[in-house]
């Protein structure tokens, strides 16, 4: 039985569900909601976010059903040619499919046609299979957090550089 999946933007028509999304990832992993996106109250907005000039919302569909989303933004304060790689949540039933992989390969895609030279992530340790994916992607550990997202619980910040093949 062949499974279809299809990767896109984000609409206006999404912005509920993938709040409800993001919240449950949060609440099913027991991660902080205060200073996290989960409290952000643009997460109920999204599709406004992401009309932001330089930003992209990518989101898969699994069988006619929003199952996740990831993408990238300008945040305020990041170096130039620096996007952060932001909203990355899968459902549970989503997971370990490759969908996470073709949303983040989405949201390089993205980042590199939008000139970006590296892509920016915050996470914190209970996402901990979340920052492994990072690793093998090829983001590195920084010691400190970059730019000004407001998400002060975050302790995990990472950096990819997009030259590379």
């Not at 027991?30 to 997460?43: E, I, L, M």
């Not at 406004?48 to 305020?76: K, M, N, S």
Request: glycine content about 8%; aromatic content about 10%; some cysteine.
């Amino acid at each position: 039985m062949h499974l279809t999946l299809s990767i896109r933007e984000v609409k206006k028509s999404d912005e509920a569900h993938l709040a409800s999304i993001i919240r449950r990832v949060f609440e099913e992993h027991k991660a902080p909601k205060d200073g996290t996106v989960y409290s952000d109250p643009t997460t109920d907005h999204l599709f406004d976010l992401f009309t932001h000039t330089g930003a992209r919302l990518w989101v898969a569909e699994w069988e006619h059903q929003i199952v996740g989303c990831c993408g990238i933004y300008p945040t305020e304060g990041l170096p130039a040619k620096t996007a952060e790689l932001v909203k990355f949540y899968l459902t549970p039933a989503a997971r370990g499919k490759g969908i996470g992989r073709q949303l983040m390969e989405s949201s390089i895609q993205s980042a590199k046609e939008l000139g970006y030279k590296k892509l920016y992530l915050e996470s914190m340790p209970e996402f901990s299979n979340a920052v492994s994916f990072y690793y093998r992607i090829g983001f590195k550990p920084l010691s400190k957090a970059m730019g000004n997202s407001g998400h002060t619980s975050c302790s995990i910040w990472m950096l990819l550089s997009l030259d590379i093949p």
